[in-house]
Nanobody, 122 residues
Framework: QVQLVESGGGTVQAGDSLRLSCTAS????????MGWFRQAPGKEREFVAV????????YYAESVKGRFTISRDSAKNTVYLQMNSLKAEDTAVYYC???????????????WGQGTRVTVSS
């Protein structure tokens, strides 16, 4: 059973930063990718960012480009999402997901975490 555990959420002021972490319970491989999604109250889940597990390949939603950075620590099977210059509209539950990068940047996600809540007050 693959488990993804997110952490790092919280309540911050607009303009602040947060770093989310997501650790997979299994070893990840070069054919994998890990991504971040978010779901705001009353809205559908949306893509935020994704990274391949090999090479320097990342992809971001336009709404976070330049403010968020996705990175990984392969030895720890962990992906991070550094969020800077947070805005009220970034308020959401953030989910990480593990998938296959065969059709990069379209990733087939097989596993999802339980989510971590981020609240940005203006």
């Amino acid at each position: 059973q693959v488990q993804l555990v997110e952490s790092g959420g919280g309540t911050v002021q607009a303009g602040d930063s947060l770093r989310l972490s997501c650790t997979a319970s299994v070893r990840t491989f070069s054919t994998n990718a890990m991504g971040w999604f978010r779901q705001a109250p009353g809205k559908e889940r949306e893509f935020v960012a994704v990274t391949k597990w090999s090479g320097d390949y990342t992809y971001y939603a336009e709404s976070v480009k330049g403010r968020f950075t996705i990175s990984r620590d392969s030895a720890k099977n962990t992906v991070y999402l550094q969020m800077n210059s947070l805005k009220a509209e970034d308020t959401a539950v953030y989910y990480c997901a593990l998938g296959r990068s065969d059709s990069w940047p379209n990733v087939g996600y097989d596993y999802w975490g339980q989510g971590t809540r981020v609240t940005v007050s203006s």
